[in-house]
């Protein structure tokens, strides 16, 4: 990490480092929810473009000097009005943005954590080559965007994900090197939103069996239904509006249309089938079932400490069932 992260150069380690950013100036959330970037809060340094730029104006200044060279003085000083005017823009170019909270959905741990953010431009002027990236992780750079005149957009920011669990967005420096790349501005902000991360899909220990203590699957029938069963012989006392009349009246005698409802395979999942598995890898064998049973259409249920999802099936009750494994502590 470097003390001006958009320059390259070099930044101190360990507290000192954590000091000098304690006096930094950060973006926090305002009243209505939204981020606004005040000019007192932008950061600017010279890029490694410009600290070659700043050195050839200061040679152009010495030889124009020594050779009395009045178009060197002329095309020296246009080349530092130049590079005054790009300062400007460069920083005007992160000024009054407004940031809305970040979205973000599930991942599964060891996927990056996707935020979006939507930035809006309440100047009358285009500000361009805006991106972002976690605080002390450069990699993760967004894709620049582009913020017509009084137009927003939406910054994607990836995140590396290492537990599960809720992970904090947190600290989000915005930055910009546009219109020259000779100088680079930055902002930093706060943001208080988290994504959800599920436990992560190992490999499932041999011999593992997510039907162990739990009875196993098992189906069952109920009567009265929506699924047509078949005739049975109609007796005194059974339910006229069953009839089949179309029968009846071929002379075929007295039927009922019978009815069942088949449930299918119920399959619980419990906490102690994982036995004998390291305490995060009962967490992976669990959650590599639920990911199985789901796509293969079954229906499940979830048993552990603390909380025990009945069975079901589909899209809500998988991201139950995850969210559960996820936040489940020891």
């Given at each position: 990490?470097?003390?001006?992260?958009?320059?390259g150069?070099?930044?101190?380690?360990?507290?000192?480092w954590?000091?000098l950013?304690?006096?930094?100036?950060?973006?926090?959330?305002?009243s209505?929810?939204?981020?606004?970037?005040?000019p007192k809060?932008?950061?600017i340094?010279?890029?490694?473009?410009g600290?070659?730029?700043?050195?050839?104006?200061?040679?152009?200044?010495?030889?124009s000097?020594?050779?009395?060279?009045?178009?060197?003085?002329?095309?020296t000083?246009?080349?530092?009005?130049?590079?005054?005017a790009?300062?400007?823009?460069?920083?005007?170019?992160?000024?009054?943005l407004?940031?809305?909270?970040?979205?973000?959905?599930?991942?599964?741990c060891?996927?990056?954590?996707?935020?979006?953010?939507t930035?809006?431009n309440?100047d009358?002027?285009?500000?361009?080559?805006?991106?972002?990236y976690p605080w002390?992780?450069?990699?993760?750079?967004?894709k620049?965007?582009?913020l017509?005149?009084?137009?927003?957009?939406?910054?994607?920011?990836?995140?590396?994900?290492?537990?599960?669990?809720q992970?904090?967005?947190?600290?989000?420096?915005?930055?910009?090197r546009?219109?020259?790349g000779?100088?680079r501005?930055w902002?930093y902000?706060?943001f208080?939103e988290?994504c959800?991360?599920y436990?992560?899909?190992?490999?499932?220990?041999?011999?593992?069996?997510?039907?162990?203590?739990?009875?196993?699957?098992?189906?069952?029938?109920?009567?009265?239904g929506?699924?047509?069963?078949?005739?049975?012989?109609?007796q005194?006392?059974?339910?006229v509006m069953h009839?089949?009349?179309?029968?009846?009246?071929?002379?075929k005698g007295?039927?009922?249309?019978?009815?069942?409802?088949?449930?299918g395979?119920?399959?619980?999942?419990?906490?102690?089938?994982?036995?004998?598995?390291?305490?995060?890898?009962?967490?992976s064998?669990?959650?590599?079932?639920?990911v199985?049973l789901?796509k293969?259409?079954k229906s499940?249920?979830?048993?552990?400490?603390?909380?025990k999802l009945?069975?079901?099936?589909?899209?809500n009750?998988q991201?139950?069932?995850?969210?559960?494994?996820?936040?489940?502590?020891?």
């Amino acid at each position: 990490m470097s003390l001006f992260p958009e320059s390259g150069v070099d930044a101190p380690s360990g507290r000192i480092w954590d000091w000098l950013q304690s006096l930094t100036r950060t973006v926090e959330t305002e009243s209505n929810g939204v981020r606004v970037v005040r000019p007192k809060q932008v950061y600017i340094f010279p890029t490694r473009y410009g600290f070659l730029y700043c050195i050839m104006l200061i040679a152009m200044l010495f030889g124009s000097n020594n050779y009395g060279s009045n178009p060197g003085f002329l095309f020296t000083f246009l080349l530092t009005g130049l590079g005054l005017a790009a300062l400007f823009q460069t920083w005007k170019n992160l000024v009054g943005l407004q940031l809305s909270s970040a979205r973000s959905s599930p991942v599964f741990c060891g996927q990056p954590a996707r935020f979006e953010v939507t930035v809006k431009n309440v100047d009358t002027v285009h500000k361009a080559g805006i991106s972002c990236y976690p605080w002390k992780n450069k990699f993760f750079m967004s894709k620049a965007i582009d913020l017509p005149a009084l137009e927003e957009g939406t910054l994607v920011i990836n995140k590396p994900t290492a537990s599960r669990g809720q992970m904090l967005l947190g600290k989000v420096c915005l930055t910009t090197r546009y219109p020259l790349g000779l100088l680079r501005s930055w902002v930093y902000i706060q943001f208080d939103e988290s994504c959800l991360v599920y436990p992560s899909i190992g490999e499932v220990a041999e011999g593992f069996d997510y039907a162990q203590d739990n009875q196993s699957a098992k189906s069952s029938t109920k009567v009265d239904g929506d699924d047509f069963a078949g005739h049975k012989t109609y007796q005194d006392g059974d339910n006229v509006m069953h009839v089949d009349w179309k029968a009846v009246a071929r002379g075929k005698g007295w039927n009922l249309k019978h009815f069942e409802d088949q449930k299918g395979e119920e399959i619980w999942l419990h906490w102690g089938a994982t036995s004998g598995l390291e305490f995060e890898q009962r967490i992976s064998a669990l959650t590599k079932a639920v990911v199985q049973l789901e796509k293969a259409g079954k229906s499940y249920g979830l048993s552990i400490p603390g909380e025990k999802l009945q069975p079901s099936s589909g899209a809500n009750h998988q991201h139950l069932c995850l969210k559960a494994l996820a936040l489940f502590q020891a």
